[in-house]
Structure formats: structure tokens, C-alpha cells
């Protein structure tokens, strides 16, 4: 009988996505991007993970050039930077030109942090891949003559899900709802990981290392250290991205989908497989909690962060949550 993952090691690699959230997404009064990541830096430092791999688009410096300090922080704390394009569009949005241009306008902002990591890492938006394969393989090519190899997801829990709920609760001060939507948080984080290792498991035959999404979020300030600790009581071992990119569950490319997919899910797409990832009635549940009238969840990233996104680009508006 095989062993559930909470009886059995598993190895993770530990990432942070935009520790400079995308324009348009609310923050609490007291919170800034450059004071969140210092929180998340130095909790990962804390847990012995020094080295953690960052992934945070640069659009708003453009606009908000002080939150270079983030990424400077971040780099001080002991981690490293990669390149996760200028405007964190999805690539099917974006012709080869384009892309190539956002790809470059990142590295102008933070080229100088990315060339300072031991090895050069890109992650594509939302890890999503246009759903070409021509179109795919063109691009890892540029990446690749670039010098840089891209480091996909192959665990995450939907917590860009939490940021609004947590924004409307700390808004309210309502205390409940905030330890509800922590509490969802942690939980949350420890169930997914376990879908995604045993979905990678039935695929592959055995445990492989995961690497871990978690965003540079207000939530994930507060309870980043819960999380690891529940980690670790499941008997998770913290390894480095480069470890982690050894297997082939990472470093192998699944068929391109234009789905919200990540790389683990999309090889369960192909084989047949159910994709792990968390029923809609939680996610409903979690989108709803804290109500505040004019703070929709979806409305929030529709209105103010898809939306003018696309019309920045100059493309017709095309997303899909499924």
C-alpha cells in the first residue's frame, strides 16, 4: 500500500512570486511591498532557507520606481532574483516581439540582481505557456540563448485567492474574520501540497521534489511561519530550487495548455489524470469571506488588474479562471 504524504518525506523547493504585487491589487495601510518582503525574507532565513529564488514582475516601476527597494531587500536578505517578464501578461497574450521586449525591460530594471543569483532563473506569468507548441519551444530557445532556464511550479494553492478576503478583513478590523481567512490560509497550503505530491507520484512512480509557489502577500507575511511549521510537522525536507530542478517533474515540459494550468497540472492533463487543484466550493468559500461592499474579489482582478493589463498591451481582453 502506498504511504499518504503525510507518512512519507517530501522535498520541497520554496519560491516567491511577486513580492511586488501587480498594480491595482489593494494593500493594507500598513503594509508596503518593500516591508513585506523584508518579513518574508527574514522568515524563510529563519527556517534555514537562505537562497530562496523571487520571481516579481517590474511594471510598477515604471510608475513607482521606490519599490526597487523590494527587490533590493530581498537580495540582501541572503535570496536571489529572476525574471518574470515586465507586465506579468499571460504569453498568449503577447506576440514573439512583444514578449521579447517585456523580457528586456525586466532585466533593464533588475538585470543587475538576476546576473548576482548563481544561476539565471525565468518563470513565465502565472506559469502559463502559450498553448503552441512551435510558439513554446521558440521561446524556451530565447531563453536558453539567453542563459536562462525556466523554473516552473509544481505546487501551489490558489493563495492569490486569499489577497482581497485578507484586505477586506484587516480593513474592517474585523479579528475573527482574519484569524478564518489565516486559519484557510495555513490549511489550504498543507492540503494542496498533498494533492500535488500524490498526483506527481501516481505520474512518475515516486515522490519527486515539488517547487513551491507562495505570493509576497500581506496573508503570506502573517502566516508564512505557520505554514512552514505545519510543513515540517508533515515531515516535508526544504531543498534548493537547483536540487529540486534535477527531476524531471520540473525540468521536463508537458504539453502546452491555454488553461490557468500549472507545470505538474498540465502533465496530469496529458496523461488523463485529474488536475490537483482545490474545489470550487472552497474557493468560493475563501473568495466571499470578510464581505465588504465594493470590494468584490473578481471584480478587484478583472477591473483593476487583468483588464488594464490588456488594454496596456493592445489586446482584446481573454481570460479564463478554469
Known amino acids: 500500500m502506498t504511504k499518504n504524504t503525510a507518512e512519507r518525506p517530501l522535498k520541497i523547493a520554496v519560491t516567491v512570486d511577486d513580492f511586488v504585487l501587480w498594480d491595482g491589487m489593494p494593500m493594507s495601510a500598513d503594509a508596503t511591498p518593500t ?3 523584508r518579513s518574508v525574507a527574514q522568515t524563510l532565513n529563519d ?3 537562505g537562497g530562496t529564488y523571487g520571481f516579481s514582475h517590474t511594471y510598477r516601476l515604471d510608475q513607482e520606481p521606490e519599490h526597487l527597494a ?13 525574471n518574470h517578464t515586465h507586465e506579468h501578461a499571460p504569453l498568449r497574450w503577447m506576440s514573439d516581439a512583444a514578449f521579447r521586449r517585456d523580457f528586456e ?13 548563481p544561476r539565471k532563473y525565468f518563470r513565465y506569468p502565472m506559469d502559463m505557456c502559450s498553448g ?7 521561446v524556451e530557445q530565447y531563453l536558453a540563448d539567453n542563459g536562462y532556464t525556466n523554473a516552473p511550479i509544481t505546487s501551489w494553492f490558489s493563495d492569490f ?6 484586505f477586506r478583513a484587516l480593513t474592517l478590523r474585523d479579528s475573527e474574520a482574519q484569524k478564518q481567512v489565516r486559519d484557510m490560509h495555513v490549511a489550504t497550503a498543507v492540503e494542496m501540497l498533498h494533492k500535488h505530491a500524490d498526483t506527481a507520484r501516481a505520474l512518475f512512480g515516486a515522490d519527486a521534489p515539488l517547487i513551491w509557489l507562495v505570493h509576497g502577500t500581506t496573508i503570506a507575511r ?38 490557468f494550468s500549472n507545470h505538474l497540472q498540465r502533465f496530469a492533463i496529458a496523461a488523463g ?25 473578481m471584480e478587484v482582478y478583472e477591473n483593476e488588474v487583468f483588464k488594464p493589463m490588456a488594454k496596456r498591451l493592445g489586446v482584446a481582453y481573454d481570460w479564463d479562471w478554469s
Do not use: C
Not at 132 to 138: N, V
Open 47 to 49: 527556517y534555514g532557507l
Open 70 to 82: 523590494a527587490f533590493d531587500a530581498w537580495v540582501e536578505a541572503g535570496h536571489h532574483v529572476g
Open 132 to 138: 503552441s507548441e512551435q510558439r513554446r519551444g521558440e
Open 273 to 297: 489524470l485529474p488536475k490537483p487543484e482545490l474545489e470550487y466550493e472552497r474557493l468560493g468559500e475563501i473568495l466571499h469571506l470578510a464581505p465588504m461592499a465594493g470590494s468584490d474579489t
Open 222 to 259: 502573517d502566516t508564512l511561519p505557520a505554514i512552514l511549521e505545519a510543513f515540517l510537522e508533515q515531515g516535508v525536507e526544504f531543498v534548493p530550487l537547483d536540487e529540486a530542478m534535477r527531476h524531471p517533474v520540473n525540468y521536463a515540459m508537458p504539453p502546452a495548455v491555454e488553461s
Open 35 to 37: 516591508t513585506i518582503t
Open 161 to 166: 485567492a486569499f489577497i482581497v478576503p485578507y
Open 105 to 117: 525591460t525586466a532585466e533593464k530594471h533588475i538585470g543587475h540582481l538576476i546576473e548576482a543569483a
